[in-house]
């Protein structure tokens, strides 16, 4: 078999792996899509001028295991190993790449059903060179209205988070897994958690926004940005959250949603330690991105 069929080979058994594990799509850049799209290289050697190979049956014997690794409190997950790509375009031309990138999300029309009750296309907010990106689920009735990422209520009390870490919302970037609001049957209020379907169709531009922001943590707000962020089922946040996880070579951080903080906070005891444990959280991204943490800072509901 030549070095292109087995190079295929080993490709195509990568990308079943992947499948298999749950992943379901790959961060390809443009340069290798291009590359792909060309004809197979037909050599001057016997071996090279080969047809391609057909594709291997991968059978249940040889197929990898599935990679989604078991939860382990004290170890960190890496679910995803390959680290994200360099961005493909230099510093002088991101903010351009950044705009397109915002043009082509805001006309998307991949979920016919989000477009027809969307009042706008959430993209997201902030800067483009933070180091610090918050990623949560899916805009709410506010943000759709306002489109920005969380403007409501409980954006409100993301923001008091951010400030209590020292940034601003213009020192980070804040986005969502989903960019259009999950729609709701008429007459129905509140959130809907989006589909797996919808978070696998708007998971690439998230992607793209990652790969050019290049943000050194990454902080998932509860399990359904965990589930979208790593294409996963079952986030299992209360038993995950403070456990550094990995996004092709991104430390990720998940925490509880603000909203379920919320929520929680109609308990006082309970409100109290989940926000404590969002706190701890927190601290160990500042640290994690060497941030002055302060004496109060580190007192916060001591
Ligand atoms: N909840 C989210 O997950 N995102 C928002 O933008 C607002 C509320």
Known sequence: ????AQL?????????????????????????????????????RREEAEPAA??????????PAPAQAPIR???PVAIASAPLPAPPVSPADKPATFAALRERVLVCVKCPHLVTTRKSVVFGVGDINAPLMFVGEAPGADEDRQAEPFVGAAGQLLTKIITAMGQTRQTVYIANVLKCRPNQPPGETGNRKPSPDEMGACLPYLMEQ???????????????????????SDAHITRRRGQWMELRGTPVMPTFHPSYVLRAEANADKGRIIKRQVWEDMLQVMERLAMPINEKQRGFFR
């Open 8 to 44: 295929l080979d080993a490709a195509i058994q990568d990308l079943e792996a992947r499948k298999a594990g749950g992943e379901r799509f790959v961060v390809v850049a443009p340069d290798t899509l291009n590359a792909l799209a060309a004809p197979a290289p037909r050599g001057r």
């Open 73 to 75: 409190p004290t170890t």
């Open 1 to 4: 078999m030549s070095a292109y």
């Open 210 to 232: 990652i790969q050019l922001i290049q943000p050194r943590v990454i902080v998932a707000l509860g399990g359904a940005a965990v589930e979208g962020l790593f294409a996963i």
């Open 54 to 63: 057909q594709p291997r049956p991968v059978s249940a014997a040889t197929r």
